[in-house]
């Protein structure tokens, strides 16, 4: 088939996704002819952007060099977006754990500097799910995260951080006074900060090489709080129990 110069397609953003949707349905070693026939482009076209997506490690070239895979910045997409796997081994401990409290537990566990909900609570599900995976500076998990990434990977925005309550921490230096307190103790806390009349006790669940990959909350209504907090300790020997399972 033959392409007239004057070729008008889809937009640049638009030809990358094809491209790249096509390299994950051939799989490892799909070649520039297989897209441009499978996506009827230019080779001009085809070529500008493998050699972009390469450059942006969105695609990488196969040892050959007759082919292309997905790379490095496409995997970590995928690893994002993909729901934590969490073994029945676990979610049956944090299930008994469940068993003997009145108030909510949830694990939410971090991927790339974010959070993502991987077992949570069926009898209390969590009302502000949508506020505490986007700001983390008003959630106990978030805070338990933010506390072990360092600046270059904090997934804070530059500008003003979101006031969620009156009792958000949105004063940096206030909340980096917190974080540093929080790596000394260990666990984090949030007291109508993500949600009015509730409060969090989050405590890490840590990987083999001794960094926080996920954490376990306990919540309640914030008049409740220091019953959850009488509930920590039991709590931390729930997290020893999770963490083989989990990692």
Same mark, same amino acid.
């Given at each position: ?74 995997? &970590?997409?995928? #690893?994002? *977006?993909? !729901?934590?796997?969490? @073994? ?10 469940? $068993? ?96 009015? &009349?509730?409060? #969090?006790? *989050?405590? !890490?669940?840590?990987? @083999? ?10 919540? $309640? ?27």
């Amino acid at each position: 088939m033959s392409h007239r110069s004057g070729y008008r397609g889809p937009s640049t953003v638009s030809n990358s996704l094809r491209i790249l949707e096509i390299v994950a349905r051939f799989g490892t070693g799909t070649t520039a002819k297989e897209i441009t026939d499978a996506l009827q482009m230019p080779p001009s076209t085809a070529y500008r952007m493998l050699n972009s997506l390469v450059g942006e490690e969105h695609l990488a070239r196969t040892s050959d060099l007759r082919g292309f895979a997905l790379g490095h910045a496409i995997s &970590g997409l995928i #690893t994002a *977006a993909t !729901p934590p796997t969490v @073994p029945t081994a676990a979610r049956t401990v944090i299930e008994e754990f469940r $068993s003997g409290t009145r108030f909510a537990v949830h694990l939410i566990m971090f991927r790339n500097a974010s959070l993502r909900i991987a077992d949570e609570d069926p009898d209390h599900p969590l009302h502000s799910a949508f506020e505490m995976l986007r700001y983390p500076h008003a959630s106990a998990a978030g805070k338990l995260m933010l506390a072990e990434v360092d600046d270059s990977a904090s997934p804070l925005p530059r500008g003003p951080l979101m006031k969620l309550t009156p009792q958000t921490i949105t004063d940096r230096r206030q909340l980096e006074e917190q974080l540093a307190e929080i790596r000394l103790t260990g666990e984090a806390s949030e007291i109508n900060e993500l949600e009015q &009349g509730s409060a #969090t006790l *989050a405590l !890490p669940v840590r990987l @083999p090489n001794g960094s926080v990959g996920a954490a376990l909350c306990l919540c $309640s209504p914030s008049e409740r709080f220091t019953t959850i907090c009488e509930h920590a300790e039991a709590a931390r020997e729930l997290t020893s129990r999770l963490a083989p399972l989990l990692f």
